[in-house]
């Protein structure tokens, strides 16, 4: 089972704001960050895995960083957090038919952020 963090549209806004160099793995705005988790979430799924999702929150990221003393966050930092021992919330993914989106959105997954991980996974 794989797990794939995915910030919220307030934790996103936060976490850019924040760390503006970490925006190539976490996308620019809210939409490049939903076709991201989609697109990872697609091929690890292709590739056989099972995804689960858990949002992200840039005070425990913080807190995160802050024990493991890191001062300027990268790309494998984000891949670190969360601690698995904390026991975040995990969401399967893909959401079941008809069930609500992944993102918090409260709308359908098909009708939502399914269609923007839907380019070429080659």
């Given amino acids: ?3 794939s963090v995915f910030w919220p549209p307030a934790e996103h806004a936060k976490l850019v704001a ?8 976490v996308g620019a705005t809210w939409d490049e960050h939903r076709q991201l ?3 990872h979430c697609a091929l690890v799924t292709r590739a056989g895995h099972g995804v689960n999702q858990t949002p992200g929150n ?19 930092d984000l891949l670190a957090y969360p601690d698995l021992r904390t026991g975040p919330a995990m969401i399967p993914w893909p959401p079941a038919r008809g069930a609500t989106c ?19 996974l080659d």
């Fill in 102 to 120: 992944w993102c918090g959105s409260g709308r359908k997954y098909k009708q939502c952020c399914r269609p923007h991980g839907l380019g070429s």
């Fill in 37 to 39: 988790v989609e697109r």
């Fill in 58 to 76: 840039v005070a425990d990221f913080e807190a995160f960083l802050r024990d493991n003393g890191v001062r300027k966050p990268s790309a494998e």
């Fill in 18 to 25: 924040r760390w503006p160099h970490l925006v190539a793995e």
């Fill in 1 to 3: 089972m794989t797990l």
